[in-house]
T-cell receptor, first 114, second 110 residues
């Protein structure tokens, strides 16, 4: 079956602009995670959804970052007033449920803020 | 502080060699994951374990809960094993959030 998909694969934007990154999880997976990976580093947790609700948003770096999952499937990560330091690969993963389940990762969206 | 450390950071091996990558973590966990990331590619989950040992093909993952340490072994390494291997843990009491190591970059040459 289809894996986790993310769009766009690449996004170049200018400092100060607003961007939206989309994640389409594996069908039937109730848990969805957003991570951010800077060059040469391991991924860092941003936010975890269980169904429609954000069960843990402790990794969001500041209030410019926001994520939604209104119908419990597709999720959108929104970044306002982008800064050069936001440049990274944004990864999405999903799992059958929260807890001790394998997380399946999408290919990521490479965001470059000029 | 909840931390995950991997060693080595970089590893070069010749085809056929036995490879070990290590991961240590600071406090109790509920699960540990080993992940593989190819250059420009996505992340693939190799193992999830909370005790003992798991094997899949030429890959073996072990964990020692008391010592807060896990190892990933690759037997009979091959150039296609070249990738970044990442250890990630779910610390106890942190729900489903994963904390990642910085990865081990493996290069297997002919």
């Amino acid at each position: 079956g289809a894996g986790v998909s993310q769009t766009p694969s690449n996004k170049v934007t200018e400092k100060g602009k607003y961007v939206e990154l989309r994640c389409d999880p594996i069908s039937g997976h109730t848990a969805l995670y957003w991570y951010r990976q800077s060059l040469g580093q391991g991924p860092e947790f941003l936010i975890y959804f269980q169904g429609t609700g954000a069960a843990d948003d402790s990794g969001l770096p500041n209030d410019r970052f926001f994520a939604v999952r209104p119908e419990g499937s597709v999720s959108t990560l929104k970044i306002q007033r982008t800064e050069r330091g936001d440049s990274a690969v944004y990864l999405c993963a999903s799992s059958l449920s929260g807890g001790p389940y394998t997380q399946y990762f999408g290919p990521g969206t490479r965001l470059t803020v000029l | 502080k909840n931390e995950v450390e991997q060693s080595p950071q970089n590893l070069t091996a010749q085809e056929g060699e036995f490879i070990t990558i290590n991961c240590s973590y600071s406090v109790g966990i509920s699960a540990l994951h080993w992940l593989q990331q190819h250059p420009g590619g996505g992340i693939v989950s190799l193992f999830m374990l909370s005790s003992g040992k798991k094997k899949h093909g030429r890959l073996i993952a072990t964990i020692n809960i008391q010592e807060k340490h896990s190892s990933l072994h690759i037997t009979a390494s091959h150039p296609r094993d070249s990738a970044v291997y990442i250890c990630a843990v779910r610390f106890s009491g942190t729900a489903s959030k994963l904390t990642f190591g910085t990865g081990t970059r493996l290069q297997v040459t002919l």
